[in-house]
C-alpha cells in the first residue's frame, strides 16, 4: 500500500492566513508584550511563522504533553512531557497549537496554565475540526476550519512523517 498526500490548504494561502493573525494579535494586544506557548510537536512550525507576524514584543517558550493511554484518554488527564522554562504568573499568554480535535488535550492544557495565574490566557490554534469536539475549548484565533480528515504538514505529522510540507494535506492510501 502507498500513501498520497492531497493539497487540501497550498502553501499561499496557509501563509497569508497566518499572516492575518499575526495582524490580528498585533491589535489585540497592542502597548502589551506578549508570551508565545508552543505545544510540540506539531504547533512549533505555526508558532515559528506567526511569531514572526506579530510586531509586539514577543517571548517564546515550549511544552510537550502526551495523552496518558488508552483508557485515561477519555478523561482527558495528559501528561507533562516537557514543562515550560519560566513562569507564566502575570505575563500575557498565548497559547499555539497546531489542531484542535477533540479538545481534551487543550482544555486539560489550559486549565494547567490558568492555575499558575497568567495575567490573560488564550488560545490560537492552525486548524480546527469542529465536528470532532467532545470537550468544550474557547479557542480565541482560528487559522482554519476543516472537515473531519487527517491531515498533515505545517509541523502535523503521520507516524512522524510529514511534519516538513509547507502545506496542509490529507494522506490517502493506495494499493
Ligand atoms: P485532541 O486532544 O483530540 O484535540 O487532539 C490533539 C492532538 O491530536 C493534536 O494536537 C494533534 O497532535 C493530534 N491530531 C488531531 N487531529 C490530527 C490530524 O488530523 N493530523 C495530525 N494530528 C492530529
Ligand atoms: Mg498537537
Do not use: W
Not at 13 to 35: K, M, P, T
Not at 42 to 64: H, N, Q
Not at 135 to 155: L, S
Amino acid at each position: 500500500m502507498s500513501e498520497h498526500v492531497r493539497v487540501l490548504l497550498a502553501e499561499e494561502e496557509v501563509n497569508d492566513r497566518i499572516r492575518a493573525i499575526g495582524e490580528q494579535i498585533s491589535r489585540d494586544y497592542a502597548g502589551r508584550s506578549l508570551h508565545l506557548v508552543c505545544v510540540l510537536k506539531g504547533g512549533s512550525f505555526f508558532m515559528c511563522e506567526l511569531a514572526k507576524r506579530i510586531t509586539v514584543p514577543v517571548s517564546l517558550d515550549f511544552m510537550a504533553v502526551s495523552s496518558y493511554g488508552a483508557t485515561t484518554r477519555s478523561s482527558g488527564v495528559v501528561k507533562i512531557v516537557k514543562d515550560l522554562d519560566e513562569t507564566i504568573k502575570g505575563k500575557d499568554v498565548l497559547v499555539v497549537e497546531d489542531i484542535v480535535d477533540s479538545g481534551r488535550t487543550l482544555s486539560y492544557l489550559l486549565e494547567m496554565l490558568r492555575d499558575r495565574e497568567p495575567a490573560s490566557l488564550r488560545l490560537c490554534t492552525l486548524l480546527d475540526k469542529p465536528d470532532r469536539r467532545v470537550v468544550p475549548v474557547p479557542v480565541d484565533y482560528t487559522g482554519f476550519q476543516i472537515p473531519d480528515e487527517f491531515v498533515v504538514g505545517y509541523g502535523l505529522d503521520y507516524a512522524q512523517k510529514y511534519r516538513n510540507l509547507p502545506y496542509i494535506g490529507v494522506v490517502e492510501f493506495e494499493d
